[in-house]
């Protein structure tokens, strides 16, 4: 027991860095740019003039095209994996508030967000490297190799099924402004509060859509054998733009989407870490 007690100890300790909270901070001004650019990706699509790939991998890609973009790359990297190892922590010892199955919600979304923080920080440091490969070809070829097997297919569905599910969720997580009780609200003024708000709810709500949207596509895909829809997020984007109305419409997701890249912004001043 004393042996547990200071191992909690230590590592509530090192999750109270001042460094660490720092570079957390500056990782939520990296995560919103990925997401601007994500969203300007969204927009070119629309319009039809993207040849990159619509999620947040093309987006650092097109930053690392920039000048300066790898300089900004490796610092973005950094901050990122502080919001890893930050969320790690959060999945660990974090979320005390909270109680019984809401606190348990809560520590496996932290374990999804170390996942998907680590996997852009990782996506940075190849497209620094000049290593980074096609995220949505990588996603199609998997999904045709774990197709070829009748529980391939079951596992590309279940996937699919996952993916959908936390989209939905992150509509409704938006829509219910549950991403509030994760901020100093009590620090902001009421305009403030108010943009906050309005950024949150549009940006989880635009982001809950992409996501359930690709969802569905992989879902599709295992069901009539067709890897092609298992692209992810750009697969959803150009699936939105074919349909009617599609272009407005995904220039209404991409406005969510770089209305959540200035949320982040926001989270790096009042966000609770």
């Given at each position: 027991?004393?042996?547990?007690?200071?191992?909690?100890?230590?590592?509530?300790?090192?999750?109270?860095?001042?460094?660490?909270?720092?570079?957390?901070?500056?990782?939520?001004?990296?995560?919103?740019?990925?997401?601007?650019?994500?969203?300007w990706?969204?927009?070119?699509?629309?319009?039809?003039?993207?040849?990159?790939?619509?999620?947040?991998?093309?987006?650092?890609?097109?930053?690392?095209?920039?000048?300066?973009?790898?300089?900004?790359?490796?610092?973005?990297?950094?901050?990122?994996?502080?919001?890893?190892?930050w969320?790690?922590?959060?999945?660990?010892?974090?979320?005390?508030?909270?109680?019984?199955?809401?606190?348990?919600?809560?520590?496996?979304?932290?374990?999804?967000?170390?996942?998907?923080?680590?996997?852009?920080?990782?996506?940075?440091?190849?497209?620094?490297?000049?290593?980074?490969?096609?995220?949505?070809d990588?996603?199609?070829?998997?999904?045709?190799?774990?197709?070829?097997?009748?529980?391939?297919?079951?596992?590309?569905?279940?996937?699919?099924?996952?993916?959908?599910?936390?989209?939905?969720?992150?509509?409704?997580?938006?829509?219910?402004?549950?991403?509030?009780?994760?901020?100093?609200?009590?620090?902001?003024?009421?305009?403030?509060?108010?943009?906050?708000?309005?950024?949150?709810?549009a940006?989880?709500?635009?982001?809950?859509?992409?996501?359930?949207?690709?969802?569905?596509?992989?879902?599709?895909?295992?069901?009539?054998?067709?890897?092609?829809?298992?692209?992810?997020?750009?697969?959803?984007?150009?699936?939105?733009?074919?349909?009617?109305?599609?272009?407005?419409?995904?220039?209404?997701?991409?406005?969510?989407?770089?209305?959540?890249?200035?949320?982040?912004?926001?989270?790096?001043?009042?966000r609770?870490?």
């Amino acid at each position: 027991m004393s042996l547990t007690r200071n191992a909690e100890a230590t590592a509530s300790q090192a999750a109270n860095s001042r460094w660490l909270e720092l570079l957390t901070r500056a990782g939520f001004i990296g995560y919103g740019i990925v997401h601007l650019l994500f969203a300007w990706l969204a927009l070119q699509i629309a319009f039809g003039k993207s040849g990159e790939e619509g999620n947040q991998n093309g987006a650092l890609r097109t930053l690392g095209d920039q000048p300066l973009g790898k300089f900004l790359l490796v610092a973005i990297a950094v901050g990122l994996i502080a919001m890893a190892i930050w969320q790690l922590f959060e999945a660990v010892l974090g979320h005390r508030s909270l109680r019984d199955k809401e606190r348990l919600f809560e520590r496996i979304t932290s374990v999804v967000r170390t996942i998907v923080f680590a996997w852009l920080a990782y996506t940075a440091i190849k497209v620094v490297q000049d290593a980074s490969a096609n995220a949505s070809d990588q996603q199609q070829a998997l999904s045709e190799k774990l197709m070829t097997s009748t529980g391939g297919r079951w596992l590309v569905g279940l996937a699919g099924l996952v993916l959908a599910a936390v989209g939905i969720g992150m509509v409704i997580y938006g829509i219910k402004k549950k991403f509030l009780r994760n901020l100093k609200t009590e620090q902001m003024n009421p305009k403030a509060l108010s943009l906050t708000r309005r950024l949150g709810m549009a940006g989880y709500a635009a982001r809950g859509t992409v996501f359930a949207i690709a969802g569905i596509l992989i879902v599709t895909a295992a069901v009539k054998y067709d890897p092609e829809k298992a692209r992810g997020l750009d697969a959803a984007l150009r699936t939105l733009r074919d349909q009617s109305y599609g272009p407005v419409l995904l220039v209404l997701m991409a406005l969510g989407i770089a209305a959540f890249g200035v949320y982040c912004f926001v989270q790096s001043r009042y966000r609770k870490v």
